[in-house]
Every structure is written in C-alpha cells, then in structure tokens.
C-alpha cells in the first residue's frame, strides 16, 4: 500500500521561504503558500539572488531588475508582500558560512516558526540533477535555521541588533523526492497559476507553448502526481525536517 503523506502542521504564525531564484518557489508550492496567507499567517519571501543569469537573450544587468520585478508581482498574487534580495551571483551561489550568516540574519529579523526552501540534495530523483544554485541554498538553510539561534556561531549579527531567534520548528523542503507531508493544493491553485504566470519573461524563453496553458499544465501535473498519497486531493509535497 502507498504510504500516505501526514498533513503539514498547523500551529505557526509565521513562515520564512528561502530560495535561490526568482520562479523557484512558483514552481514548487505557491498554491501552499496562498492557503497559508488566507488563513492569516505570514510568509516572507528570501531570493539568494535576483535571477539575473536565467536568460540567454538578457544581459544581467538588465535581466535582474526585470526578473525582481516579476518576482514581487509573483508573490503579491499569493498574498505576501514581504519579498527580500540578498545579491548572490545566479549560477555561482556558494556554500559557507556567508551565505549561512545571510539566510541566519533573514530568520533573526523574521522570526519565523517555519521555513521553506527547494531540494538540497543532487538530483531531483533518479538521474534528474540538480543546480549548484539550489543544492546550496538548500543546504545553507537547513543549516542556518539552527544557526540562527546560537549566538556564538554568527556574533557579529547581534553585535547588528539581530538577537538570536531559536524558534524554527521545522525545515519543509519541497520539490523533493522524499516527500512526508502535504498541503491540499485546490484552494489556492488558481492563484499558484498567476503566480507562476507572473514570471511570463522567463517562460516565454523557456517554451513555445502558451504561457497560461503551460503554467496550469505544469501545476496541475505535480499537483495531481501528489493525490494518490494525500487521501485522493491535490496536493503540494514537503519534505518536514522537525529541529
């Protein structure tokens, strides 16, 4: 029998999602995310970086304002409003402690209860690999949801005013193959389409479909591939990490 997938917990106020590019969190679960903010819980968004290396036809200079732009148009459509940069180079984000200081001082200053972020690992099942970009990003925030409540790992951020916050209970990481939890995807699945939608620069390089028809389909296949475990209903998966 086909173990099925527990709920994701209820009782949070406010999540932090971390990733590392425009689109990234549009792909994997804003129809989660829209369920979360209309039952009135908070979600700020992290970008490693502005995307600005993800179109061939774009130089980056140009690229990145655009692609930010899109980004918080993205967002809005899901209900946050809360959507920071922190200007690591697309395609060569680097796992240290820098980038782990930067994703710690994001969750000192928002506090969060939950944190998101995309697949850490190197492939996205099978022999479907990863990018650097995200098996980084991935990596720095598992670690840095602890880092973020040591005060001797990081002393320079409360030397910033940034007070230790040692209250992540759990590390959801989606758009991975090991999934555990789930979050019913229906309610804000029309709003996961616009989301994605609003990336429309990047997908009209990326395909020669329409780019609404894309969006749906793309959302509608990984949604549904998640019923089967999630009691028949469509679903977004996460990987939940307890800390």
Not at 105 to 123: K, Q
Not at 190 to 198: D, M, T, Y
């Amino acid at each position: 029998m086909t173990q099925q997938l527990e709920p994701m917990p209820t009782d949070w106020h406010r999540a932090l999602a971390v990733v590392a590019h425009p689109d990234d969190l549009e792909y994997g679960c804003a129809a989660a995310v829209a369920g979360w903010t209309d039952e009135g819980r908070e979600v700020a968004y992290l970008l490693a970086t502005r995307g600005e290396a993800g179109i061939d036809t774009l130089a980056p200079a140009e690229c990145a304002p655009l692609r930010e732009r899109e980004q918080r148009e993205s967002a809005a459509a899901v209900g946050v409003t809360a959507v920071e940069f922190l200007d690591h180079r697309d395609g060569v984000i680097e796992y240290g402690t820098a980038l782990r200081r930067d994703i710690a001082a994001a969750v000192r200053r928002h506090r969060p209860e939950l944190v998101i972020t995309l697949n850490h690992r190197d492939t996205w099942g099978g022999v479907a690999w990863n990018t650097p970009d995200h098996r980084a990003v991935g990596r720095a925030t598992l670690d840095a949801a602890g880092d973020a409540g040591n005060r001797w790992i990081f002393p320079e951020l409360g030397e910033r005013g940034l007070e230790p916050w040692d209250g992540v209970r759990w590390v959801a990481v989606a758009g991975t193959d090991r999934p555990t939890h789930a979050v019913a995807a229906t309610p804000g699945f029309e709003r996961s389409v616009r989301s994605l939608l609003a990336h429309r620069t990047y997908i009209e390089v990326l395909t020669d479909e329409d780019p609404e028809a894309y969006c749906r389909t793309f959302l509608t296949g990984t949604t549904e591939a998640a019923a089967e475990r999630f009691g028949g209903r469509p679903a977004v998966t996460f990987e939940l990490f307890a800390r």
